[in-house]
């Protein structure tokens, strides 16, 4: 079994920044990818990020450039980064991540960003 538990979520002003980390009950190196997904309102679920083992990195279109998707793998921990949030990138952010051909998920934190 795998434990995902995210933190970092808030209300920010548009243009502002947050920092969201997932701890992760096993070493890192124990999954092939780790990935923050997010879920707005009346929406499906996208991917936003993506890190593999080896430290390459994945994002969605929609936040290239603005966010970071990094880990600290002696306190099991995976961020995500955001910088230069829109109104639009409000939503229930979740950590995953795949591991003995279950998936798993985090509880999500919310994000909410304010014009």
């Known amino acids: 079994q795998v434990q995902l538990v995210e933190s970092g979520g808030g209300l920010v002003q548009a243009g502002g920044s947050l920092r969201l980390s997932c701890v992760v009950s096993?070493?890192?190196?124990?999954?092939?990818?780790m990935r923050w997904y997010r879920q707005a309102p009346g929406k499906q679920r996208e991917l936003v990020a993506r890190?593999?083992?080896?430290?390459?990195?994945n994002y969605g279109d929609s936040v290239k450039g603005r966010f970071t998707i990094s880990r600290n793998i002696a306190e099991k921990t995976v961020y995500l980064e955001m910088s230069s949030l829109k109104v639009e990138d409000t939503g229930v952010y979740y950590c995953?991540?795949?591991?003995?051909?279950?998936?798993?998920w985090g509880q999500g934190t919310q994000v909410t960003v304010s014009s």
């Open positions: 096993r070493r890192l190196s124990s999954f092939s990818d």
């Open positions: 890190i593999d083992r080896d430290g390459a990195t």
């Open positions: 995953n991540t795949g591991f003995r051909y279950a998936d798993f």
